[in-house]
């Protein structure tokens, strides 16, 4: 199963943007001491983020006063800033 994960730099605003998240499932990983991943399994391959998370994102970054988010879906690794 295909898995978006976006970077966070903390704990709060990971638990923010999971909380934009009611329709999705969702779950939180600590790849270090420094970064908390928000991922998101998605139902089928994508080559780029599904519309709706695309726009939760954007608006958790203008919430959360953030410039951009690093994401990973596949093997590819993207940066997506506030629209």
């Not at 999971?18 to 991943?37: I, N």
């Not at 709706?52 to 879906?73: F, G, M, Q, Y």
Request: net charge negative.
């Amino acid at each position: 199963m295909p898995t978006v994960q976006i970077e966070t730099t903390n704990r709060w605003d990971a638990l923010a943007l999971a909380r934009k998240l009611p329709r999705f499932e969702w779950y939180l990983f600590e790849p270090d001491g420094r970064h908390w991943d928000v991922c998101v399994p998605l139902d089928e391959p994508a080559a780029e983020l599904p519309d709706d998370l695309r726009r939760l994102i954007e608006a958790w970054l203008r919430e959360r006063n953030l410039e951009t988010a690093s994401i990973r879906l596949g093997g590819a690794r993207f940066e997506l800033g506030r629209a």
